[in-house]
Structures are given as structure tokens and as C-alpha cells.
């Protein structure tokens, strides 16, 4: 079992509609949980992070966690073309680890 | 601007030919660490340095040399490439520890 599982994708969201991005984690005592977006031929980006069960608003981007389902999620509201990029989950507990990332296209 | 400069961009070479990958923050940043990051495989951590002269191996260190002697430099020294290093490099820095971090621009290297 991976430590930190994403589905490659990609997915596919017509622009203006809600992308959801999820990422599961192994290590349940991991305390801080990280949203990375990459666009193709870039760095990555730090665009939310998360500490505590819930959700955290920030713009059109939101991000859940659930310690106890060891799940975290991304939800991307009024989806933008410009949006379209690789999502990368990052979990830390002793260690910070990536999963593989999600690639996201939202299509005009 | 805040930034990590890594150069050079691109990187074409040989095997067992040594190189260096430079790496440089301009935000006083404290941590520094390198990632490879591979189709399939994700960013994986290669050394990291919590502070001057502090290094440590990450997940992956078999190959890599690094060193961090100033503050904003951090390179990343490959004294033998061989083919299975062939990959894209990320170096990166934060406040403290991996948390929130500032990546560089990304070096592609392709060992022949």
C-alpha cells in the first residue's frame, strides 16, 4: 500500500463546474496535509495546507480533512481552464510524502 | 522576489561524468531539500539540510552528494551519473522543516 495514494487521473470537469481531487493516507499519526498545484513543465506550487478535521475555505479552493477516514480532499469551485494542472498531495508525519498527483483538465 | 534559483535549467551529460546542480534562496530560509521527481514515482526526497553545515539522506540518496556551507546555497553533486538518474530535479526551501515549500524552477537532466 502506497503511504500516500491519488488517483492519476486525469479528470476531466467542464469549466464552471466543481472539481474534486481526493488523496488517502496511510501513517494516522500524519499532522499537517498539503496541496501542491503543478502546471505541465513547472515547479510546484503550495496553494493550501490544512491542519485540523474540516474543511478549510480559501477562494474557490477548499480542502477537508477527515483524520479518522485518513482522507483529505480538494474541491475546486467555478473550475477555470486555468486550472488545469497536476494536483499533488503532500502528507507529513515524521516525513513529508508526496502521492503521485492528479491530473485535472477542466475544459471551456 | 522571493525565489529559489536552480540552474541550470536543462542538462545534458554523460555517464561518470561529474556535475552540479546550484541551488540558491534568497528568503533566509533555514531548510533546503532536494527532490527527484519521476513518472509514476512522484517527488521523492534525495538530502535535505535543516540548517548550515546540517545534512541529512532522504528517501533517496544513492548517487548524490550535497553540501551547505552558506545559508542560501545548497548544490547537488552527482560525481558518477549514471542512465537511472536521468530525471527532473527540484530543489526547494521553508522556514523550518518540510513544511510549506518554496520550490526551484526544476533542472531536467538526461545521462547518456
Known amino acids: 500500500q502506497k503511504e500516500v495514494e491519488q488517483n492519476s487521473g486525469p479528470l476531466s470537469v467542464p469549466e464552471g463546474a466543481i472539481a474534486s481531487l481526493n488523496c488517502t493516507y496511510s501513517d494516522r499519526g500524519s499532522q499537517s496535509f498539503f496541496w501542491y498545484r503543478q502546471y505541465s513543465g513547472k515547479s510546484p506550487e503550495l496553494i493550501m495546507f490544512?491542519?485540523?478535521?474540516g474543511d478549510k475555505e480559501d477562494g474557490r479552493f477548499t480542502a477537508q480533512l477527515n483524520k479518522a477516514s485518513q482522507y483529505v480532499s480538494l474541491l475546486i469551485r467555478d473550475s477555470q481552464p486555468s486550472d488545469s494542472a497536476t494536483y499533488l498531495c503532500a502528507v507529513q508525519g515524521g516525513k513529508l510524502i508526496f502521492g503521485q498527483g492528479t491530473e485535472l483538465s477542466v475544459k471551456p | 522576489e522571493a525565489q529559489v534559483t536552480q540552474n541550470p535549467r536543462y542538462l545534458i551529460t554523460v555517464t561518470g561524468k561529474k556535475l552540479t546542480v546550484t541551488c540558491s534562496q534568497n528568503?533566509?530560509?533555514?531548510?533546503m531539500s532536494w527532490y527527484r521527481q519521476d513518472p509514476g514515482l512522484g517527488l521523492r526526497q534525495i538530502y535535505y539540510s535543516m540548517n548550515v553545515e546540517v545534512t541529512d539522506k532522504g528517501d533517496v540518496p544513492e548517487g548524490y552528494k550535497v553540501s551547505r556551507k552558506e545559508k542560501r546555497n545548497f548544490p547537488l553533486i552527482l560525481e558518477s551519473p549514471s542512465p537511472n538518474q536521468t530525471s527532473l530535479y527540484f530543489c526547494?526551501?521553508?522556514?523550518?522543516?518540510?513544511?510549506?515549500?518554496?520550490f526551484g524552477s526544476g533542472t531536467q537532466l538526461s545521462v547518456l
Open positions: 526547494a526551501s521553508s522556514t523550518g522543516g518540510d513544511e510549506k515549500l518554496f
Open positions: 490544512i491542519y485540523s478535521n
Open positions: 528568503m533566509n530560509h533555514e531548510y
